[in-house]
């Protein structure tokens, strides 16, 4: 069993930025690979930056260059470093975990407007 919480999220202006955070609890002993997804009413949810075990990156272009992903051990907390902040960018972000089975967080909202 593991559990997620968000936090970090927030109104910001275009080319602002934004840290969100995951805290994780729970069997963190299995967790394969970390991510963030983001979802847009009436849009899927997409994914936005991934981290493995052995500390493996990935992003998908949309988002490559202004989002980090990062993991700090000792606090069981995920990072998503958010710079250059787009009114697209516009969302609730999600934290997930993959062991077995895929676990998710409520999600936190990013709004990105002038």
């Known amino acids: 069993q593991v559990q997620l919480v968000e936090s970090g999220g927030g109104l910001v202006q275009p080319g602002g930025s934004l840290r969100l955070s995951c805290a994780v609890s729970?069997?963190?002993?299995?967790?394969?690979?970390m991510a963030w997804y983001r979802q847009a009413p009436g849009k899927q949810r997409d994914l936005v930056a991934t981290?493995?075990?052995?500390?493996?990156?990935g992003y998908p272009d949309s988002v490559k260059g202004r989002f980090t992903i990062s993991r700090d051990n000792a606090k069981n907390t995920i990072y998503l470093q958010m710079n250059n902040l787009k009114p697209e960018d516009t969302a609730v972000y999600y934290c997930?975990?993959?062991?077995?089975?895929?676990?998710w967080g409520q999600g936190t909202q990013v709004t990105v407007s002038s």
């Open positions: 997930h975990a993959r062991t077995t089975t895929w676990y």
């Open positions: 729970g069997s963190i002993f299995s967790i394969l690979t």
């Open positions: 981290i493995s075990s052995g500390g493996t990156t």
